[in-house]
């Protein structure tokens, strides 16, 4: 089984900063999703970013950038230039691929709340 | 563009009632996830389905059933309530893989709270 860990309960940071928020898992699976999940207030789940695992790349999305260290099982968030309407809670989340078959789950990290200060 | 839709938006149950949670995928989208999120908690993966079959299962009770219909709609049925069924209940959806087998991302519904009294 998957174990997705944030160690950082709630952060706070200055608009117009920048932000790193932490993310470390645990697998023996070698082919796997990692994704980032933004929760605001509205509780709506969004999408903020994702990672192949295969990749050695670190994905990027306009303010949102992830550190991907797979050696470490590590996968930090990192937020530029922060903005108010980042307030929200973070989930960083681990899907394994099961080639030929679809569907497949989902395991959160229990999650950062970030508050941006302005 | 068109999202997921989950009805109930908002449900109010008895203990030992019944309830379902409906969910209807983007179109074109073949996937449909649910996920249980208790108050301050992550949220669980219960059960997955793609083409109407079962694909993934989580921690789902025995007594929560769900299926996927013809039309790619999902419905979550759950039985004998109870208190800690309270919770937001969220529904996704995707494409089931590509050409490459990659899994398609996950896109959630805005999610039906349960409150069960």
């Known amino acids: 089984a998957q174990t997705v860990t944030q160690s950082q309960p709630e952060m706070s940071v200055q608009e117009a900063e920048t932000v790193t928020l932490s993310c470390t898992y645990d697998?023996?699976?070698?082919?796997?999703?990692l994704f980032w999940y933004k929760q605001p207030p509205s509780r709506q789940m969004i999408l903020v970013i994702r990672?192949?695992?295969?990749?050695?790349q670190n994905a990027t999305e306009n303010r949102f950038s992830v550190n991907f260290q797979k050696a470490a099982k590590s996968f930090s968030l990192k937020i530029s230039d922060s903005q108010l309407g980042d307030t929200a809670m973070y989930f960083c989340?681990?899907?394994?691929?099961?080639?030929?078959?679809?569907?497949?789950?989902?395991?959160f990290g229990g999650g950062t709340r970030l508050m941006v200060k302005p | 563009a068109a999202g997921v839709i989950q009805s109930p938006r908002h449900l109010i149950k008895e203990k030992r009632e019944t309830a379902t949670l409906k969910c209807y995928p983007i179109?074109?989208?073949?996937?449909v996830y649910w996920y249980q999120q208790g108050p301050g908690q992550d949220p669980q993966f219960l059960i997955s389905?793609?083409?109407?079959?079962?694909?993934d299962k989580g921690s789902i009770p025995d007594r929560f059933s769900a299926q996927q219909f013809s039309d790619y709609h999902s419905e979550l049925n759950m039985s004998s309530l109870e208190l800690g069924d309270s919770a937001l209940y969220f529904c996704?959806?995707?494409?089931?893989?590509?050409?490459?087998?990659?899994?398609?991302?996950?896109?959630f519904g805005p999610g039906t709270r349960l409150t069960v009294t």
């Open positions: 990672q192949e695992a295969y990749k050695q």
């Open positions: 996704a959806s995707s494409q089931g893989q590509s050409a490459q087998r990659i899994p398609y991302e996950q896109y």
């Open positions: 989340a681990f899907m394994k691929v099961l080639r030929g078959n679809a569907g497949n789950m989902l395991t």
């Open positions: 179109p074109r989208h073949d996937t």
């Open positions: 697998t023996s699976e070698n082919n796997y999703y």
């Open positions: 389905f793609y083409e109407k079959m079962q694909s």
